[in-house]
């Protein structure tokens, strides 16, 4: 005997849940509280943005848009203030540039050795040991760039005339802190490219670095920019090493011997000094940090960008 049942749909499931759908009122409650705690991101980014326009509107009714673009001088204190933004963009560049010049050939040969040819068990011990230098705290990172990078390794090498503070000092922590993120990232995405690319590799007659080189770093490239552009960002947002290492002097160089300030150095002087709420200069901290959030905001679309159009899948 055969029992003819009717087919499930897609459609008809649908309109079943939906006559359902509050028949059971905790059902409700707990779905309002979801989209409740989903939705705290979105309103406190949407209160930042919102007290960021608000007090950089201010600061443009006084500073106009060529002043702030198109001046090279960044002196918001004195009796002749001037508010070029470029010096302290400057900074940042020049603390970005060197601390990627030496943490991404030293994270990227690290992810290497981590997925090509270190043993499991070392594996498992050094990579947890090269993540916790970044749960160092920043203002330890600080002061061990001005009390032992500068005093103790730059001016023995390179002369007593390296100023104490020093955009290589703050460049060589910073590297130092980015160095998980690029190295961590990048191992996993290596680990992730299948075995059998690797083997088909080897059948060929490769070696096991140009495997590494020219097999497993370009299928696993999407992560390794996405790894490289969230260190950047990174370094954009650090406060504490550069304010205290590199200096508070505005400076339009990307040397890296010389005196700088980058922006998040002026927001903390600024922050901690006696701006009052609605002066010129109290305003001025909110501008450069508008700045500071776009650019921010641009590394993290094109991070996501990248991983997205770049991304490889394998089956």
């Known amino acids: 005997m055969s029992i003819a049942s009717e087919p499930l749909h897609s459609g008809s499931v649908h309109a079943a849940l939906r006559k359902r759908r509050f028949s059971r009122w905790n059902e409700a409650v707990i779905k ?5 705690c989903a939705a705290v ?29 198109l001046e090279t001088r960044w002196r918001p204190q004195g009796g002749t203030p001037s508010f070029g933004i470029w010096e302290l963009v400057a900074g940042t560049v020049n603390v970005v540039i060197w601390s990627l010049v030496m943490a991404v050939p030293v994270g990227l040969a690290s992810a290497i050795y981590l997925s090509e040819y270190a043993h499991p068990r070392t594996r498992s011990i ?64 290596m680990t992730s490219v299948p075995r059998d690319l690797r083997e088909a590799a080897y059948g060929l007659g490769a070696t096991k670095l140009e495997v590494a080189v020219r097999v497993v770093l370009p299928a696993a490239l999407s992560g ?19 304010a205290v290492a590199a200096g508070s002097s505005p400076n339009l160089t ?18 901690l000094g006696d701006a009052a709420r609605g002066t010129i ?10 700045v500071l959030f776009a650019i921010t905001f641009l590394f993290n679309i094109a991070a996501t960008w990248f991983v997205s159009r770049f991304r490889e899948e394998y089956n």
């Open 32 to 36: 309002g509280l979801l989209t409740a």
């Open 41 to 69: 991101s979105l309103i406190t980014t949407c209160a930042i943005i919102y007290v960021l326009l608000e007090e950089t509107i201010a600061f443009f009714r006084e500073v106009s848009f060529s002043e702030f673009f």
């Open 126 to 189: 050094l990579k947890p040991v090269l993540e916790a230098l970044a749960g160092v705290p920043t203002v330890v990172y600080a002061y061990f760039a001005l009390n032992f990078i500068t005093v103790d390794i730059l001016r023995p090498v390179l002369g007593n005339d390296v100023p104490i503070f020093n955009s290589l000092a703050a460049s060589i922590m910073l590297a130092v802190m980015i160095l998980p993120t690029i190295a961590s990232i990048s191992e996993d995405a």
């Open 224 to 242: 390794v920019i996405a790894s490289i552009l969230l260190a950047i960002a990174r370094v954009v947002g650090e406060t504490m090493i550069v």
């Open 254 to 271: 990307l040397w890296p011997l010389s005196t700088i300030q980058t922006m998040t150095g002026f927001m903390l002087q600024i922050g």
């Open 281 to 290: 200069d109290y305003q001025a901290l909110f501008a450069v940090g508008s």
